[in-house]
């Protein structure tokens, strides 16, 4: 042991990992050798077993429909029938037919249907199933001997239903002098699932499954359709008498082979789940655990030597490092750390120590810089937000103010009323109460100015709002929507000389909150787009120096030297953009669309999740509201 504590850690673990690697490769080959000559005989015994009682009761059914087939086949009063043409003679007759057969029906599961359809157009079902064989008739026509279809959908009251349809050619006996002349064919109508997969199947035994594959590549069950897609590629690929490969079908492993069923030209998929296969190891699994608990004690001692030289001293590094984080980013470095076991724990010690005394005093001057330096950011995006806001209010107060004097003028004073009603509720809106509201009590202000606004402009324009119920209870920041509307008035319907539209959209897609104002007014040129579009697109601070607006570079030029971009018309715009990016970061702002002589379109995304540093207040307090 003293030796092993002078080598390193990785020459340590080498030795380590070289005995239990020694010991593991004996269990496994061990247990290898025993387990594999059981599965797999037992795979071989288990799956012939189960997959001749299978083909056994599906012969047994094939059987039985071959033979419904046959007995109709030769009953004259069926060829009878089949050559009969005259309709009151027919319809008499379908009730003896009736009568056949239900009664050949009857005590057979999985029959669903049988037609008969004459070469003279006489037609029979007893179910409704004439049309759906119709379908096969020419490959039933051509066929030689009994016909057998793939799997097949068909409805039958009402329910889709997994079928066969097995079909014979019906040949005159001779007693009008046509003998071996066609006359028509019968066709079986079989449930598949209740015909073949019925619950007295080997299907229900413990961990067995079967797939029935048609000549198609069609699957019954359709359950796991790619799993028995893959598996019957890859036993397609390999040669034998009956190979057969390990694989997962619906996530449970297990030997799965793959067997010709040629009455019904299908193929049969077998799945036996390894549990089912590895049924009589419980001895071998025993033996297996007592070799691992006897591995386990000879290997304690190399184990009990590894934690000493190894692992205690990494649990002493991390007791001293969790000491130090619950006393604090700074830590008294009058207790040196002590590691030893192996060489490069004493190394790590002693550089630890030299280090953690070096970043104690660096750590203090970093805490009290940073701590400044946030407190300032904060202080600064609280007043840019204020100060955004402050643009937003005189500027309409004053266009709506000189409204009211207009209309006072000209049609007296009740006019005046609503308006001052409408004017003090909005006003009342906008300087009282949280920074966060509902988006319906931002509507309802949006609402007032647009009442006030339709007044001044005499109907010059409509307004209709397309709003999610869901959207109605977003919290966004108050006086975000009233900019929009007021630019899309002003900037867009004023100057419009025919009445134009308005529309308010808002709904929630992915968790964010869409909103959108569009109008159909005058619009912007391109090229005073693409500079409403570069301003809105620039990461400048919220306020320059000494309190000048964003939009306003020094001496006239922008950052970069580029000539200054056509200013936002009405300042709102820019506001609305620069309070979503002060809440929001890259997540926010607004997407500005137009386009001359046909309207713009201003677009929000305001993500519906707690204000990021920057915001107005706390979003879930009008949440709550």
């Keep these: 042991m003293g030796v092993l504590k002078k080598l390193k850690i990785k020459t340590q673990i080498m030795i380590a990992v070289a005995c239990v690697l020694a010991v593991m490769l004996l269990i496994i080959y061990s247990l290898y050798e025993q387990t594999s000559r059981i599965v797999i005989r037992n795979n071989s015994q288990y799956t012939e077993e189960l997959v001749r009682k299978f083909k056994l009761g599906m012969s047994q059914k094939v059987d039985e429909v071959g033979?419904?087939?046959?007995?109709?086949?030769?009953d004259p009063f069926l060829q009878q029938y089949l050559t009969q043409v005259n309709p009151g003679l027919l319809y008499e007759m379908s009730k003896e037919l009736d009568r056949k057969i239900i009664s050949l029906k009857a005590g057979r599961q999985g029959i669903e249907d049988i037609v008969l359809i004459g070469a003279r157009g006489t037609k029979y079902s007893l179910n409704g199933g004439i049309e759906y064989v119709r379908g096969l008739e020419s490959e039933i026509v051509d066929s030689d001997g009994v016909y057998v279809s793939g799997l097949q959908k068909f409805?039958?009251?009402?329910?889709?239903?997994?079928?066969m349809v097995f079909a014979q050619n019906v040949y005159s006996d001779g007693t009008d002098g046509s003998a071996d002349k066609r006359i028509g064919y019968i066709a079986v109508i079989a449930n598949v699932e209740t015909m073949f997969f019925a619950s007295d199947t080997p299907q229900s035994e413990l961990g067995a499954g079967f797939y029935l594959i048609d000549r198609n590549g069609r699957t019954f069950p359709g359950t796991h359709a790619s799993d028995i897609?893959?598996?019957?590629?890859?036993l397609a690929r390999m040669s034998g008498e009956q190979p057969a490969v390990k694989d997962s079908i619906g996530g449970i492993k297990g030997s799965v082979q793959l067997h010709p069923?040629?009455?019904?030209r299908s193929s049969l998929l077998s799945f036996i789940p390894e549990e089912a296969l590895l049924a009589e190891l419980n001895k071998v699994r025993t033996q297996s655990v007592f070799i691992v608990l006897f591995a386990l004690i000879l290997m304690a001692l190399p184990f009990a030597m590894i934690i000493n030289n190894i692992v205690h001293p990494i649990q002493v590094l991390v007791k001293f490092i969790n000491s130090m984080k619950s006393g604090g980013a700074i830590r008294e470095t009058k207790n040196d750390l002590t590691l030893e076991g192996n060489l490069e724990m004493k190394v790590v010690a002693e550089k630890l120590n030299g280090m953690l005394n070096e970043l104690n005093s660096l750590a203090r001057k970093l805490v009290e810089t940073t701590t400044h330096l946030l407190e300032a950011e904060i202080e600064k995006e609280k007043a840019a937000s204020a100060y955004l806001r402050s643009q937003i209010n005189p500027h309409f107060l004053y266009n709506t103010l000189e409204s009211i004097k207009g209309v006072a003028l000209e049609l007296g004073a009740d006019r005046v009323v609503e308006m001052t009603k409408a004017l003090g509720k909005l006003f009342h809106y906008s300087i009282k109460g949280p920074g966060w509201v509902t988006l319906d009590r931002e509507l309802a202000a949006v609402q007032s100015y647009v009442f006030l606004q339709s007044i001044r402009f005499e109907d010059r324009f409509e307004v209709s709002y397309e709003l999610d119920e869901e959207a109605l209870k977003a919290p966004v920041m108050k006086m975000i929507l009233q900019p929009l509307v007021e630019n899309a008035i002003f900037h867009g319907l004023e100057p419009k000389t025919t009445p134009g539209r308005l529309l308010i959209s808002a709904r929630v897609m992915d968790d964010v909150l869409v909103l959108a104002v569009v109008d159909d007014g005058v619009g912007v040129e391109a090229e005073k787009l693409a500079g409403i579009r570069r301003q809105l697109a620039e990461r400048t601070p919220p306020l320059g120096r000494g309190g000048q607006e964003p939009d306003a570079p020094p001496e006239g030029l922008e950052r970069g030297g580029r000539e200054p971009a056509a200013p936002i018309e009405g300042l709102g715009v820019l506001n609305v953009h620069n309070r979503l990016r002060l809440a929001y970061g890259e997540d926010g702002g607004l997407v500005f669309d137009s386009e001359a002589g046909r309207g713009t379109?201003?677009?929000?995304?305001?993500?519906?999740h707690a204000a990021q540093t920057g915001g107005d207040i706390d979003v879930q307090s009008a949440s709550r509201r």
Excluded: E
């Excluded at 409805?155 to 079928?163: A, D, E, H, I, R």
């Excluded at 897609?229 to 890859?234: G, T």
């Excluded at 069923?261 to 019904?264: C, K, Q, R, S, V």
């Design 229 to 234: 897609a893959r598996n019957v590629d890859a």
């Design 601 to 608: 379109r201003i677009v929000l995304h305001i993500p519906l």
């Design 155 to 163: 409805s039958y009251s009402g329910t889709l239903q997994n079928v």
């Design 67 to 74: 033979q419904i087939m046959l007995n109709l086949g030769f």
């Design 261 to 264: 069923l040629p009455a019904i």
